[in-house]
Each structure stands twice: as C-alpha cells, then as structure tokens.
C-alpha cells in the first residue's frame, strides 16, 4: 500500500499542474473517483513501462549455477579432465642451434672475407644473419644487449646468467681476437642492416668521424653504468634506444621507430651510422680486433698505390693504404674494388676497360 | 736487414702476447660467468597482483596491456582455463557477454570475448532436453586468444568460479630485458621470477 501511494504520489506530481490539485496528495481510496482525470497520465506512464520493459526481461540476471567445480563423477559418461594448456619454454637445441648458426656466421665471414676476399658472398651471408638474428630470431638474442646483462651479473650476486648468453657476448670478441671484426661484418644483424641499405656512400670528414666515434665509448660507459646498478634501478639502455629492433619486429615505440628509420635513411649515405658511432659493442669489438692475429689486409706484398681501395671503404677505415684494424668491420668492399685483385678473380686476364 | 726483422719478430712477440692475455682474461669472465650460470628467471604475471586476476577486484573494466603492450605483434600472454576449477556452467560469464540481449535460445546473444577464442560444447550425459543442467567445458583457443583478460575478468568470485587465469607462452616470449609489459602494469604484476 505504502508503496502504491508513493507510486501515485509521484504520479499526481506529473500531472498536478495540468488537472488538478487532489492529484498531488492521493490516498487510494480516492483513486476511483479521480483516476478518470488523470487517466491520459496514467496511459502514458503504462506505455512507457511496456516499451520499456521487454528491454528489461531480456537483460539475463546472471547468477553462477554452481558452488564448486563438478567432479568427472558428477559430469558422468567417463569425463576424464583435461590437461591445461602448457608451453615449455624454448627448447635448449633450439638456443644451441642459435650458438651454432653464430659460430658458423663468425667462421664463414672470416673465410669469405680473409681469404677469398669475395664480397658478393659476404653479401649473402649478411643476407642470411639478417633473416635469421633479425627477422627469425626477432633481435632477440643479441651480443650488444648482452654487454649489460654480464655487467649486471657480475655486479649483482644473486644475478645468474644462461650460458646462452655468455656464448653471445663472448664468441664475437674471442672471434674478433683472431679475425677481426667478423662479427659486424657477417652476422650482426643491425649491422647487416645497415650495410645492405648503404647505397651512396660519402666520406665523412676524418675529424668529424674520430669525434663521433668517441660517442661509442660513452654509450659504453652509460650502459655498463646503467647495467650496475641494483636490481630495481637497473635500465637496459642499450634494449631500450636500440633504433633497429622495431624494423625486426615490425611494431615499436615511435620514437624508437623514428630514429631507427632516421639512422637507416642516413645510413644509405653514411657508412653504418649505428656501428661507427653508437654501438658499444663494436667498442669492444675494436679493441679485441686491434689486437687481431689476421685481419683484412690491404696489398702486402707488392705496393700497388691506386687508393682505389680507400675511396671504396665507406667506413674510413683505410688509412696511408693500410688497413685500420680497429674501424675495419670486414665488409670486403676494398677487395672488390682492388684491381689486382679482379685480375686474379678472372684468372689472371686485366678487365678490358680496367677498373675502377 | 737482421735489425728490420728482429725488431719484426720482436712486434710480433708481443701482439701474441697481448692476444693471449686479452684471451686469458676474456676466458677467465667467461670461466667465472659460466660456473657462476644457471637458468634465468622469466617474465610471469602475479595472480595476487593483476587485476584481472586478484581476488575482490570485480565490476572494474579489464585491464588489456598484456595484450597491447608486449613487442610481439600478438603478445606473448595468453589466457588458460584450470579445468578442475572450472564450474562448466550452462551460462559462462567469460564466454558469454552476460549483459548482452537473451536469443530465441535463451542464451545471451553475444559472446564476451572480442577475438571468440572460446569454445563452448556439452560435455558429459548431455541431456537435449534440458541443456541448462549439462555441464560445458570451455576451451580457449589459444590461437586466437592475444590474452586481452575480459574472460579472466569476468571468471571472478562471484559471478565465475576464478578459473581462468592469464599466463606467459614462454616459448613465444622473446625474454626482453626491458619487458615492456612490465614497464606498463598498473599493478606492478609483470615480474621477473628468480628461475
């Protein structure tokens, strides 16, 4: 009762001004003698409420049927319960095949490059780093972010690191102490990168290239700074600003993107902008390759000085006719610009128009 | 000419000497690092932390950066259903959106998930007559789930038995340093477990 008469009170508000006074305050035994004046107020009302409430009847009141999980027993019909989806991880063969496939980059730019000195199958094997450490492997393993996961580790007590990892980090650097910087010629991924898109090369000034390159070293520092710190503060700069994963994985942060996309557009001018001025990988690289036991050599034996070769190293990595140990990434493009040494590829006969 | 070569072999001498002492020192980090090596931790989702997984946390919007947020195109996260916790209800809230306008069938129109990586069937002594007291396993499909947390939102005491949860496919995670899913968790659930 109460609440009919609130129902109508609210009813008689709506119509108050309109009909009239006795409207506002109805008790129900009056509703017989004034529902005929009100009844245009009341029609509205119900049909409002019929519009209104098949909208309503559909809305499911859900409620959960059941208090526990059925047994296989309650399910019946021999309902045995499935496994739960599960993934191992990463199968260990298929990280031994990635030391693998590295080791075999490392092995076959040093042969390609210091002794058949051919740069056409140098190209492919950077084709193939590309596809495999880039686009397969997704930039994920990579030596360079490695550099701080070992800092890390070697700081941190509690910190362990797989042997995976240190394989990474230290195969190119053991690798770049015999051979050079085979690594960022052949199977560094960023590198390949930045060598397959170097269409124009310029020479940039001497000065300005030492001045840049020092940029390295301090990438190194700040990584190495950032990799030593505790657990909690600890910042993969080098994961974090790496401007090519995004290419590899084809979605990134924008900024991240942009400078990728910068440096890439630089790169078809300037020779590998990333690796000569940024990576501080290659920092480490280039004091192991300095102490190199062979490295790409420029005319040993007899002294031919067209500086042919020099003009073609888009690195600056030739210096007074001889190679710079530490700048050279062993990308073979002096040995295909070398005359003599086109001589000795078509078998002994000069090309007719000679070089270059 | 011996004073030429001497001071050659002399050069010589000892850039063999500061290769095998660069060598010896790369292999001694390498030595201490590999005895020091074991598995490392990866990355795993905090049931007691996310909110679309911790207990109370219900009638608030799903949170999808899992699902957004991770490097791969499709992230690595996916959602999976503990089926001996699963109530198989006739009415799922995970597989059904429960909001949604009932069909001739008398069950709601629409389904919860926006990718319908959920499978419904009857399972059991399936009674055709009387479908809402079967029982219905719901399996997720992991193919098409990119681990969003709608139905792991919706699974929740009390409208779900908290089946569902959301976990990380390592076969697919790259293992980032910098996950940056974690960098985004509103809940700090995205951690890296000691292994």
């Keep these: ?117 051919s740069r056409w199958a140098l190209v492919l094997i950077v084709i193939g780093s590309l596809v495999y450490f880039g686009f397969y492997r997704q930039g994920c393993i990579c030596s360079i972010g490695a550099i701080q996961n070992v800092v890390a580790t070697l700081a941190d007590p509690q910190a362990v690191l797989s042997w995976y990892v240190i394989a990474f980090f230290f195969l190119p650097l053991i690798a770049a102490l015999f051979f050079g910087r085979v690594f960022c010629g052949g199977v560094c991924p960023l590198g390949a990168a930045q060598e397959l898109i170097l269409v124009r090369p310029m020479i940039v000034p001497r000065l300005l290239d030492q001045v840049l390159s020092w940029g390295k070293w301090v990438y190194l520092g700040l ?70 036991w062979r490295n790409v050599t420029i005319t040993p034996d007899k002294e031919l000085d067209c500086g042919l070769c020099a003009e073609a190293c888009p690195y600056g990595a030739i210096r007074d006719l001889r190679a710079d140990l530490a700048t050279c990434v062993a990308c073979a493009r002096c040995y295909d610009k070398c005359p003599r040494h086109r001589v000795q590829r078509t078998g002994g006969q000069a090309p007719a128009g000679d070089a270059p | 000419m011996a004073d030429e070569q001497q001071r050659h072999t002399r050069r010589e001498v000892l850039g063999h000497a500061a290769r095998g002492a660069t060598l010896l020192g790369l292999g001694g980090l390498a030595s201490y690092l590999v005895l020091k090596a074991g598995p490392e931790g990866a990355w795993s989702i905090n049931a007691q932390k996310c909110v679309n997984m911790r207990p109370g946390a219900v009638g608030v919007e799903a949170c999808d950066r899992c699902a957004t947020q991770c490097v791969l195109a499709r992230s690595a996260i996916r959602a999976v259903n503990d089926y001996d916790k699963c109530g198989r209800c006739y009415i799922c809230p995970a597989h059904f959106d429960v909001s949604s306008a009932i069909d001739k069938n008398g069950l709601p129109s629409a389904k919860l998930c926006p990718r319908d990586a959920i499978e419904r069937k009857p399972i059991g002594w399936v009674d055709p007559y009387d479908p809402a007291n079967n029982f219905y396993e719901y399996i997720i499909d992991e193919e098409k789930c990119n681990g969003c947390g709608k139905c792991v939102m919706a699974c929740k005491e ?8 959301l976990t990380v496919r390592h076969d697919l995670c790259l293992d980032c340093n910098r996950c940056s899913i974690a960098q985004v968790c509103p809940d700090d659930a995205y951690q890296r477990d000691p292994a």
Excluded at chain 1, 262 to 277: E, S, T
């Design chain 1, 1 to 117: 009762m109460q609440f009919l008469e609130q129902f109508f009170g609210n009813l008689g508000v709506h119509c108050s001004r309109a009909v009239a006074p006795e409207c506002r305050h109805w008790g129900i035994q009056h509703l017989r003698a004034v529902a005929p004046r009100c009844i245009p107020a009341v029609l509205l009302v119900f049909l409002a409420l019929v519009g209104v409430m098949p909208a309503a009847a559909q809305q499911y009141e859900y409620e959960r049927p059941v208090s526990a999980a059925p047994t296989p027993e309650d399910i019946g019909e021999g309902y045995a319960i499935p496994q739960v989806q599960f993934h191992p991880p990463r199968a260990q063969w298929r990280e031994a095949l990635d030391v693998g496939v590295l080791l075999v980059g490392l092995g076959l730019t040093a042969l390609v490059v210091l002794k058949w000195r």
């Design chain 2, 158 to 165: 009390p409208a779900g038995l908290s089946s569902l949860r």
């Design chain 1, 223 to 292: 990584a190495i700074y950032f990799a030593a710190r505790p657990a909690a503060e600890r910042d993969f700069i080098i994961c974090r600003f790496d401007p090519f994963v995004g290419f590899f994985r084809l979605s990134g942060p924008l900024d991240i993107m942009l400078l990728g996309a910068g440096l890439l557009l630089l790169g078809m001018f300037i020779g590998r902008p990333y690796c000569r001025w940024l990576c501080p990988y290659g920092a480490l690289l280039s004091l192991c390759s300095r102490l190199s």
